[in-house]
């Protein structure tokens, strides 16, 4: 019998209350069904992407996924448990989620958005507290928005709005985050910055992340897996150097590409030749 380390058992435990996936998952809007009969498991303690052409229904999926959305059929079963039984607050205490372009009341400041993040939290019994007051903050300092904190929202940049509310997410304090295109509206540096954070977030606790990103070398640098998309269907999924094939990528994105490694990381590396119309 193979010997484990307690210690390390205990580490191999601990990520399963992160536990996503979907069962026969249908979705769609009015008469238009985006996903169709969709069945993944999520890894836990891990960074998933989610990557496909525009309108393959990533974000239709995330949406789903975080309960935004309800299935027409088939279920999504969050550490087991069918998530549409179980209480909002319950399901906020254990997933945070950050949806395309979200909405915040005028005047709002940067603090009061990311206090909102703590509401999963207090009742009726348990009001604001020094912790969530540290909650808050830490997660302000970790996106680079605490001394923006008693700024209104609508005066900053897009790329400080989307840090803004990233930080509201961390500050939910949850297993496991669900991020729609968190990279939207920020230069490079800041994509960089807060991939690494995202990254930091799993390597520090174990957190579960799960993203939907557009960039596939980005994707390939910083996810531990990929779940590639195309026509609401899941087309595959797996290590990045396993999903990111010439082959792949012509069949999901209509993509001829060159791939090679990354020099920096080793990580699939995607060179675009140029359209299907161009060869």
Same mark, same amino acid.
């Given at each position: 019998?193979?010997?484990?380390?307690?210690?390390?058992?205990?580490?191999?435990?601990?990520?399963?209350?992160?536990?996503?996936?979907?069962?026969?998952?249908?979705?769609?809007?009015?008469?238009?069904?985006?996903?169709?009969?969709?069945?993944?498991?999520?890894?836990?303690?891990?960074?998933?992407?989610?990557?496909?052409?525009?309108?393959?229904?990533?974000?239709?999926?995330?949406?789903?996924?975080?309960?935004?959305?309800?299935?027409?059929?088939?279920?999504?079963?969050?550490?087991?448990?069918?998530?549409?039984?179980?209480?909002?607050?319950?399901?906020?205490?254990?997933?945070?989620?950050?949806? =395309? &372009?979200? =909405?915040?009341?005028?005047?709002?400041?940067?603090?009061?958005?990311?206090?909102?993040?703590?509401?999963?939290?207090? &009742?009726?019994?348990? =009001?604001?507290?020094?912790?969530?007051?540290?909650?808050?903050?830490?997660?302000?300092?970790?996106?680079?928005?605490?001394?923006?904190?008693?700024?209104?929202?609508?005066?900053?940049?897009?790329?400080?709005?989307?840090?803004?509310?990233?930080?509201?997410?961390?500050?939910?304090?949850?297993?496991?985050?669900?991020?729609?295109?968190?990279?939207?509206?920020?230069?490079?540096?800041?994509?960089?910055?807060?991939?690494?954070?995202?990254?930091?977030?799993?390597?520090?606790?174990?957190?579960?992340?799960?993203?939907?990103?557009?960039?596939?070398?980005?994707?390939?640098?910083?996810?531990?897996?990929?779940?590639?998309?195309?026509?609401?269907?899941?087309?595959?999924?797996?290590?990045?150097?396993?999903?990111?094939?010439?082959?792949?990528?012509?069949?999901?994105?209509?993509?001829?590409?060159?791939?090679?490694?990354?020099?920096?990381?080793?990580?699939?590396?995607?060179?675009?030749?140029? &359209?299907?119309?161009?060869?």
């Amino acid at each position: 019998m193979k010997h484990v380390d307690p210690a390390t058992a205990r580490s191999a435990e601990r990520p399963a209350a992160a536990g996503l996936s979907a069962r026969e998952l249908r979705l769609g809007y009015g008469d238009r069904l985006v996903v169709d009969g969709l069945t993944l498991d999520l890894a836990s303690a891990a960074i998933t992407a989610i990557i496909g052409p525009n309108g393959c229904g990533k974000s239709t999926l995330l949406r789903g996924l975080g309960r935004l959305l309800k299935p027409r059929h088939g279920r999504v079963l969050l550490d087991g448990a069918d998530i549409a039984a179980l209480p909002t607050k319950e399901v906020a205490r254990r997933m945070a989620v950050l949806p =395309q &372009s979200p =909405q915040a009341p005028e005047g709002l400041t940067v603090a009061d958005l990311v206090a909102r993040g703590r509401h999963p939290h207090q &009742s009726w019994y348990r =009001q604001w507290s020094p912790g969530d007051e540290e909650i808050v903050n830490a997660a302000l300092a970790k996106t680079g928005m605490l001394e923006f904190a008693e700024r209104p929202l609508e005066e900053m940049s897009g790329g400080q709005r989307q840090r803004a509310w990233i930080s509201m997410a961390l500050a939910q304090d949850t297993q496991l985050l669900l991020l729609d295109e968190p990279t939207t509206h920020l230069d490079l540096a800041h994509q960089v910055d807060v991939l690494e954070l995202l990254q930091k977030l799993h390597d520090e606790d174990g957190r579960t992340v799960v993203m939907v990103l557009h960039d596939l070398n980005l994707a390939a640098r910083y996810a531990h897996r990929l779940v590639a998309m195309r026509d609401g269907r899941v087309v595959a999924h797996g290590e990045p150097n396993e999903i990111l094939t010439e082959d792949l990528l012509n069949a999901v994105f209509d993509l001829p590409a060159k791939v090679i490694e990354d020099p920096v990381t080793g990580a699939p590396l995607v060179i675009p030749l140029g &359209s299907r119309a161009d060869l």
